[in-house]
């Protein structure tokens, strides 16, 4: 066994880093691949049970796990891009390229410009807003450092000032992440 290997006596239940990230995992997994977040997150509970021997840093679990689903959303994305589409949709195609919403209980009118945004700054924003995530964990879960994370998030944040985005000078759910705690 190498030295940089832990055992899996050494490791949580997985159970328990679940128990943690889970639903801030779930709301990410929706908000990026819409309908099909739930499979994503399933996706990424299954690989991440796999690789759990494997964490160097138990402490990093959520960011670990983050990273793990922003690659299965990728996937996601790809797979239904190859998929055949109907010929003469009635009511339109439905963009698959296009990003989703996020879950019903946001703003729309914030999330639909979010949505618009640069995919970096787009993504740092998601992490941050509904996975609830440090700038230093949106950077591990991006493969980023934390300073291009926390400006990833500003670009973002600022672009959406500009275009007179509502909710975002502290009005509306975007600016109240997920748990309501403020990390940094």
């Given at each position: ?157 600022r672009r959406l000032r500009v275009d007179g985005v509502g909710g975002v000078d502290g009005v509306g759910d975007l600016t109240e992440p997920a748990g309501g705690?403020?990390?940094?």
């Open positions: 066994m190498s030295r940089n290997r832990r055992t899996p006596d050494s490791l949580p239940p997985f159970e328990r880093i679940v128990a943690e990230h889970g639903p801030g995992l779930l709301r990410f997994c929706v908000s990026r691949a819409g309908s099909g977040g739930e499979d994503v997150f399933q996706e990424t509970m299954i690989a991440a049970l796999r690789a759990y021997p494997e964490l160097r840093e138990p402490d990093a679990a959520g960011s670990w796990l983050f990273a793990i689903a922003a690659r299965k959303v990728i996937d996601a994305g790809r797979s239904a891009a190859r998929a055949p589409r109907p010929i003469g949709d009635p009511g339109g195609a439905i963009d698959a390229a296009s990003p989703p919403l996020p879950p019903p209980e946001y703003d729309r009118e914030v999330w639909t410009a979010v949505a618009a945004l640069p995919p970096k700054q787009r993504e740092a924003v998601g992490l941050r807003f509904i996975a609830d995530l440090s700038h230093a964990e949106i950077g591990e879960a991006m493969g980023t450092s934390a300073e291009a994370a926390r400006r990833n998030v500003f670009e973002g944040l705690a403020s990390h940094d």
